[in-house]
């Protein structure tokens, strides 16, 4: 058996402590004798010993049946405890206990219905009842919460949408522990009889309440268990419903915080009311505005006499030559095919009806003040929000290393841009994040040159490709204390999913805006602001920088945050998100980001992407929590298995948060989720501290070791030999990203596959010559030792510059100049000459990997981005013309444009 140091999650602990009880069971069930007896009982004890603690938290198979098996253990019915345990771990396994009850009696079973439960069509899923659970905290003896159960069992009603089972724990913590433990937890009912300590003293269990944060409830009193427990609820699982039932008065329970508690009892055990109440809170988490109008819409009879001749699928069914795509598609997405936005349906660019609801949904599920959906992906996202708040001249502060199309967005809005630099990871051919530091150094030059009336916007990209994660509320706050209305960009392309597991959320742009908002209203801050002004006044810039600066009682909280909604949860491609929590929206935004949004949108939008978004919405409401709860421990299984595996530690190595952060960023002290010798670390410390952590579920795989460059590997090994779909490399690693789709499964392949690549390299070195070593050795030393350093940001020319002082440039000028034939030449890489004259970029020139640009129109090309393109071993660069070389500007475009930028600052 395992120990309990090696799993990282307690849901793994109790799946496989479950396999290990049938496996032990069905040994003991063959009636074995002697030694061999001895030892399965043993096992089995030790087993549901376990077992016990975990099972408390759960509905099933719950206490009555738990204490059955332990009955049929005690009484030695080996047999019907092996069969008992088989029917429970199988339910478990396929959710028949979702679905029906299930009969642990040889009698009362059919032995084949819980093999007929795998077999079953997504439409019989569909028409079952959804499934979930209560949770109840109550101090309850065992007569009392007998007749519970039995209270609450009596409301069900056939006309019932859902069906619920309770759980009872009899503590706060305990309550704690079950929401962040039982996925299938959707409500919560606080009765007064609680305690505040758990009495489970599980470590992996105890670790849940370390999710909660630095919370004292040790000084509360009795008659604050229950609202504190609200309180406490709405910041670890916001989604889910709590409901109070207390005994004290109105007016005493008015002015405490109660979270989001959906509704307070008063001293009645009105359980019809409770029971619709629960019913209903759920319903308004699982409805789906414009999905449910898109599937009735396609129900109706229509003549088709408008676009689209695919509608209702005509076009297809009296085709003599496509029905293969009829018959591949089947007939449903073509009934829902429309450009109508009437008979129940919608309009995306002016929406009034589902898809407006549907919004408002998204927005309550993200945490975000108003929310838009875009078919168009991301990319349009990003230029929409920039194009709405960036006017002609305004500064904006990009992290370099973004995605391509906020280069592009900034050349559209005519943007003065600072970019700023991330730290470098040589070794690995990639970039970290943009610290604090330099952030801050760039705001504070700009305030001293008198131009921080002109910076409007920071665009962050959080989290990176590669898996670093910014703290977004010190990043916000320190930026707020230097330039009070700044308005921030977050690109959360990768990070949707954040919003769903209680760790990932305090580092999320909309959750961190709320948290912004609340605070500054706090007199504290105030007092905060004006001591530390104080204390810098009169302070040189190095002063500002290092200290940790405290936003002043009046800033502005304006923070946007575009996602890949469909790259991290269930949508269709180019489904995406723009999240908005900006306090002068309505009255300075709103008409401007109308017009960017119908600029940039489709007046053909996809319905069925639409239909996505509103039904990924529904899935993280009900259970977006233990979706991204798996997907971690799929990623940190993936970590553990590569860390001790013997075979794989000779050629492939996972990169840690110390390999990818450096120490200055990792406050903490953390450099590893897992160890070896000492096992798992806690997360959470380093989440809650450092100025970068690393998301878990970005497992980068250093290939170097095996003389594979990073494309070869993900091209020629994982896709053409294994079937392994991948997506990001660098020169010597390759990206493997978790996500709420994987399965334990797929990380079981996965590691089959790399033991497989890493013998079939040992029997090669086994059987190679002399000269054939030298060649791998040195192929290995190319790749982890000889590596070329990453160039940062060069500048500017003067041309595209209004002064010298600050470095914001005009990129839009130099994007246009470049149409002109006439203004551009082309250098070759290979003429060392041409590193002493100072080229200008003429366009945007983006490697992949890395997958952004290294250079964009108006940078001069400096001798170390020369150096890195020569050293560049990929196939594809973006911009770049082997046959030509790069295009630059000619000297003569250069000089008319600087006599045109003097006369321009002249005015």
Not at 167 to 196: C, K, M, W, Y
Not at 325 to 338: D, K, S, V
Not at 657 to 666: F, K, T, V, W, Y
Request: charged share 25%.
């Amino acid at each position: 058996m395992q120990s309990m140091s090696d799993y990282y999650s307690a849901i793994q602990l109790r799946s496989d402590r479950w396999s290990a009880l049938r496996e032990a069971t069905d040994s003991l069930g063959r009636q074995p004798t002697g030694k061999s007896a001895a030892a399965l009982n043993k096992r089995v004890g030790e087993l549901f010993e376990a077992l016990a603690p975990i099972e408390s938290y759960w509905a099933f198979p719950g206490s009555a049946a738990f204490d059955h098996l332990r009955r049929q253990f005690e009484h030695r019915s080996y047999e019907d405890l092996a069969f008992s345990v088989r029917r429970i771990l199988r339910a478990l396994t396929s959710g028949a206990y979702r679905r029906r009850t299930i009969p642990l009696e040889r009698e009362e079973a059919d032995s084949d219905e819980l093999e007929d439960e795998a077999l079953l069509s997504p439409e019989a899923r569909a028409l079952a009842k959804p499934y979930f659970e209560v949770l109840i905290v109550d101090d309850l003896s065992e007569h009392q919460e007998r007749w519970l159960r039995n209270s609450m069992h009596s409301m069900r009603r056939s006309e019932d949408q859902f069906i619920y089972e309770p759980v009872i724990v009899r503590s706060l913590e305990d309550a704690l522990i079950g929401i962040l433990f039982n996925h299938n937890i959707q409500a919560i009912v606080i009765r007064p009889g609680l305690t505040l300590k758990s009495k489970n003293e599980l470590p992996i269990l105890k670790r849940y309440l370390n999710r909660v944060g630095d919370e004292d409830v040790d000084a509360l009193l009795p008659e604050h268990y229950g609202p504190e427990l609200c309180r406490l609820i709405a910041k670890v699982r916001p989604e889910l419903d709590a409901y109070l039932i207390t005994d004290r008065s109105v007016e005493s329970i008015a002015g405490l915080d109660l979270g989001l508690c959906r509704r307070v009892f008063y001293n009645q055990e009105d359980f019809l009311e409770l029971h619709l109440n629960i019913l209903r809170g759920v319903q308004s988490r699982f409805k789906t505005p414009f999905f449910t109008a898109l599937k009735d819409y396609s129900k109706q009879p229509t003549g088709v006499f408008h676009a689209m001749p695919i509608s209702r699928g005509k076009s297809i069914s009296r085709s003599h030559w496509i029905q293969d795509m009829g018959a591949f598609y089947g007939p449903n997405i073509f009934l829902a095919e429309t450009s109508a936005t009437s008979g129940g349906l919608d309009s995306l660019l002016e929406p009034h009806g589902p898809i407006k609801e549907a919004q408002e949904l998204a927005a309550r599920a993200f945490g975000a003040k108003q929310t838009f959906f875009s078919t168009n992906g991301t990319s349009t996202c990003n230029k929409i929000v920039v194009q709405a708040l960036v006017r002609p001249g305004d500064i904006v502060l990009v992290d370099r290393d973004c995605h391509k199309s906020h280069h592009y967005g900034m050349v559209l809005a005519g943007a003065q841009v600072v970019y700023l630099d991330s730290y470098p990871l040589n070794e690995y051919s990639m970039y970290g994040a943009v610290p604090i530091r330099e952030i801050k150094r760039q705001l504070l030059k700009l305030k001293a040159a008198g131009k921080l009336n002109r910076v409007r916007m920071l665009l962050l990209t959080n989290c990176t490709f590669d898996g670093i994660v910014y703290n977004v509320e010190r990043a916000m706050e320190e930026c707020l204390a230097i330039k009070r209305d700044l308005v921030f960009l977050w690109d959360e392309a990768w990070f949707a999913f954040a919003r769903f597991g209680p760790t990932y959320r305090q580092r999320t742009a909309m959750h961190v805006a709320q948290v912004l908002r609340d605070r500054l209203r706090e007199p504290a801050i105030a007092e905060a602001y004006a001591a530390q002004q104080e204390s810098l006044k009169d302070k040189d810039q190095e002063a500002w920088i290092d200290a940790r600066l405290a936003p002043p009682p009046d800033a502005r909280v304006r923070v946007y945050a575009t996602q890949s909604t469909h790259k991290t949860l269930t949508a269709l491609r180019q489904g995406s998100m723009i999240h908005v929590n900006d306090q002068d929206f309505k009255g300075e935004v709103e008409q401007a980001f109308h017009e960017a949004y119908m600029t940039h949108t489709s007046t053909s939008p996809n319905y069925q992407i639409i239909a996505s978004l509103d039904v990924g919405r529904r899935q993280v409401e009900l259970e977006g929590f233990e979706f991204v709860q798996r997907q971690v421990e799929a990623a940190m299984s993936m970590r553990r298995a590569i860390a001790t595996h013997p075979v794989l530690k000779k050629y492939f190595r996972v990169l840690t948060a110390g390999d990818m952060i450096p120490e200055a960023h990792r406050e903490s002290g953390i450099t590893s989720y897992y160890d070896p010798d000492q096992g798992w670390n806690d997360i959470w410390e380093s989440w809650a501290r450092d100025e970068f952590v690393l998301d878990p579920t970005r497992v980068t795989l250093a290939v170097g070791g095996t003389g594979w460059n990073g494309d070869t590997f993900k091209t020629k090994i994982l896709m053409d030999k294994y079937g392994i779909q991948i997506n990001k490399t660098s020169r010597n690693t390759v990206l493997f990203m978790t996500n709420i789709g994987t399965t334990r499964s797929s990380v079981a392949y996965l590691i089959e596959v790399l033991v497989q690549i890493a013998q079939d390299l040992d029997d090669l070195l086994d059987d190679a010559s002399k000269m054939e070593k030298l060649a791998f050795e040195r192929r290995v030393k190319n790749l982890v030792h000889d590596y070329p350093p990453l160039p940062d940001f060069s500048r500017f020319h003067d041309a595209f510059r209004t002064d010298s002082v600050t470095p914001e440039g005009d990129m839009r000028s130099a994007f246009f100049l470049s149409y002109d034939e006439n203004n551009c030449d082309y250098f070759d890489l290979n003429d060392t000459g041409a590193d002493e004259r100072g080229q200008v970029s003429a366009s945007f020139i983006i490697p992949y990997p890395p997958g952004f640009p290294i250079l964009v129109p108006g940078q001069v090309i400096s001798k170390e981005i020369l150096a890195f393109m020569r050293a560049l071993d990929v196939n594809e660069i973006h911009g770049y013309r082997p046959d030509l070389g790069l295009r630059v500007f000619t000297e003569d475009a250069l000089a008319r444009q600087s006599a045109l930028a003097i006369t321009h600052a002249a005015e």
